[in-house]
């Protein structure tokens, strides 16, 4: 009898792996790997052709975040107010027409302007891709479906960039185009083969604030940005930080992140489902904590390489439990607004820690006071996290 009641309730189960989500996530991790892939090789390339230094070549990088971080708040309206899937199809095109203006244009300021445009269309792109995802997920299992959904990202960063180093040392930088735009244009076919069920006709209400920005998630919002500041040095100084400490295979690093992410992902979402939200993003902000405790105090690689996988499994609580509080706070219309809110405060997060960690590490001639930084914000973070952000979201919830 035991045996038939479970089988029985997990028959009454909402479908998650429907064909419009598989669809969506195969889209987005193509679209992300196409991303990822260029990330290592677009600075050497930028030097080799346009024969310019490192600080040009990083000015022209910075341009794609500048320029993601630009259209947050409008790509939040836009998918809130158009149709989804002609926006995301176009704006999934003009992306993959960037990595041909890469290879085309021979004047470095229109270079920077197709990276700013790049920069503009992900952002629009992956704040669609996010609520068509959860446009299809059941309410009961949005939790599960959300931490599946970001394994697409998650996989893309742990295979992407070592796709397009090891491609561009074998055959140059011309084959590591080719690839990321052909791969796009798998996605666009995915993208185009999509149903989803046109918007309803209503009234668009007022513009006003709350059409740009989700006001219920400002804590949420500034809790994220302390979490993206944290990582931003992470991004782009880990290798020197490494080569301070004489430890080799800063790349293995990264991977180790995402092994923490993708195990994590698979089990958080259930438990966000069961009502353990709050809990599981308070753990991840104080293991995140422990994670930057040893990154700012290693000294041998094993520190080193478990402060990396720690990281990644904080993140795999924190990522899809606050983008499941904004958008259980956000009316079913405002799930574009909701995305787009939880993505800027990232955006922001990256930006100012990257800012942040280089102008530190240029004035102690180190990277070790970046990393005690992140713990301090993060120490910050996480007081305000169990002071106001997770009561904040009891109170003011609307969904789950």
Same mark, same amino acid.
């Given at each position: @009898?035991?045996?038939?009641?479970?089988?029985?309730?997990?028959?009454?189960?909402?479908?998650?792996?429907?064909?419009?989500?598989?669809?969506?996530?195969?889209?987005? =991790?193509?679209?992300? #790997?196409?991303?990822?892939?260029?990330?290592?090789?677009?600075?050497?390339?930028?030097?080799?052709?346009?024969?310019?230094?490192?600080?040009?070549?990083?000015?022209?990088?910075?341009?794609?975040?500048?320029?993601?971080?630009?259209?947050?708040?409008?790509?939040?309206?836009?998918?809130?107010?158009?149709?989804?899937?002609?926006?995301? %199809?176009?704006? $999934? %095109?003009? #992306?993959?027409?960037?990595?041909? *203006?890469?290879?085309?244009?021979?004047?470095?300021?229109?270079?920077?302007?197709?990276?700013?445009?790049?920069?503009?269309? =992900?952002?629009?792109?992956?704040?669609?891709?996010?609520?068509?995802?959860?446009?299809?997920?059941?309410?009961?299992?949005? *939790?599960?479906?959300?931490?599946? =959904?970001?394994?697409?990202?998650?996989?893309?960063?742990?295979?992407?960039?070592?796709?397009?180093?090891?491609?561009?040392?074998?055959?140059?930088?011309?084959?590591?185009?080719?690839?990321?735009?052909?791969?796009?244009?798998?996605?666009?076919?995915?993208?185009?083969?999509?149903?989803?069920?046109?918007?309803?006709?209503?009234? !668009?209400?007022?513009?006003?604030?709350?059409?740009?920005?989700?006001?219920?998630?400002?804590?949420?919002?500034?809790? =994220?940005?302390?979490?993206? %500041?944290?990582?931003?040095?992470?991004?782009?100084?880990?290798?020197?930080?490494?080569?301070?400490?004489?430890?080799?295979?800063?790349?293995? #690093?990264?991977?180790?992140?995402?092994?923490?992410?993708?195990?994590?992902?698979? @089990?958080?979402?259930?438990?966000?489902?069961?009502?353990?939200?709050?809990?599981?993003?308070?753990?991840? @902000?104080?293991?995140?904590?422990?994670?930057?405790?040893?990154?700012?105090?290693?000294?041998?690689?094993?520190?080193? #390489?478990?402060?990396? $996988?720690?990281?990644?499994?904080?993140?795999?609580?924190?990522?899809?439990?606050?983008?499941?509080?904004?958008?259980?706070?956000?009316?079913?219309?405002?799930?574009?607004?909701?995305?787009?809110?939880?993505?800027?405060?990232?955006?922001?997060?990256?930006?100012?820690?990257?800012?942040?960690?280089?102008?530190?590490?240029? !004035?102690?001639?180190?990277?070790?006071?970046? %990393?005690?930084?992140?713990?301090?914000?993060?120490?910050?973070?996480?007081?305000?996290?169990?002071?106001?952000?997770?009561? !904040?979201?009891?109170?003011?919830?609307?969904?789950?």
């Amino acid at each position: @009898m035991m045996d038939n009641s479970i089988i029985s309730d997990k028959a009454q189960l909402p479908r998650l792996w429907t064909a419009t989500f598989v669809k969506v996530a195969a889209a987005n =991790f193509l679209l992300f #790997f196409s991303f990822y892939q260029l990330l290592p090789i677009l600075p050497l390339y930028i030097i080799e052709k346009f024969q310019t230094d490192n600080a040009t070549a990083g000015i022209v990088i910075s341009l794609y975040t500048i320029g993601a971080l630009a259209c947050r708040p409008f790509a939040g309206f836009l998918v809130d107010t158009l149709s989804r899937k002609p926006l995301y %199809f176009w704006t $999934f %095109f003009a #992306f993959t027409a960037c990595f041909v *203006g890469y290879k085309a244009v021979s004047i470095i300021a229109i270079l920077a302007a197709v990276r700013f445009a790049h920069g503009l269309f =992900f952002g629009i792109s992956t704040t669609a891709s996010n609520t068509v995802a959860i446009d299809s997920l059941p309410a009961s299992r949005r *939790g599960e479906g959300i931490g599946y =959904f970001g394994i697409s990202v998650n996989l893309a960063f742990a295979t992407g960039p070592m796709t397009g180093m090891f491609l561009y040392e074998a055959f140059g930088d011309t084959i590591v185009f080719v690839i990321s735009l052909a791969l796009c244009i798998i996605g666009l076919i995915l993208v185009q083969t999509l149903k989803i069920a046109p918007k309803e006709k209503k009234p !668009h209400p007022p513009l006003s604030l709350d059409r740009f920005f989700l006001t219920r998630a400002v804590p949420q919002f500034i809790n =994220f940005i302390f979490v993206g %500041f944290a990582y931003g040095p992470v991004t782009n100084y880990i290798a020197l930080y490494a080569k301070e400490l004489g430890i080799g295979g800063s790349g293995w #690093f990264y991977a180790l992140i995402a092994a923490g992410l993708i195990l994590n992902r698979i @089990m958080t979402g259930r438990l966000i489902d069961k009502g353990y939200l709050i809990h599981l993003v308070g753990t991840g @902000m104080t293991l995140n904590i422990v994670a930057y405790v040893l990154l700012a105090f290693c000294h041998s690689p094993v520190t080193f #390489f478990v402060a990396a $996988f720690l990281i990644g499994t904080s993140l795999g609580l924190i990522f899809p439990g606050y983008q499941t509080m904004c958008v259980n706070l956000a009316r079913h219309d405002q799930r574009g607004t909701a995305n787009s809110t939880y993505l800027s405060g990232w955006d922001i997060g990256i930006g100012a820690g990257i800012l942040a960690g280089g102008s530190m590490a240029g !004035h102690f001639g180190m990277h070790q006071p970046v %990393f005690l930084a992140c713990a301090i914000a993060l120490v910050i973070a996480d007081i305000l996290y169990f002071t106001w952000t997770a009561r !904040h979201y009891l109170r003011n919830k609307l969904e789950g």
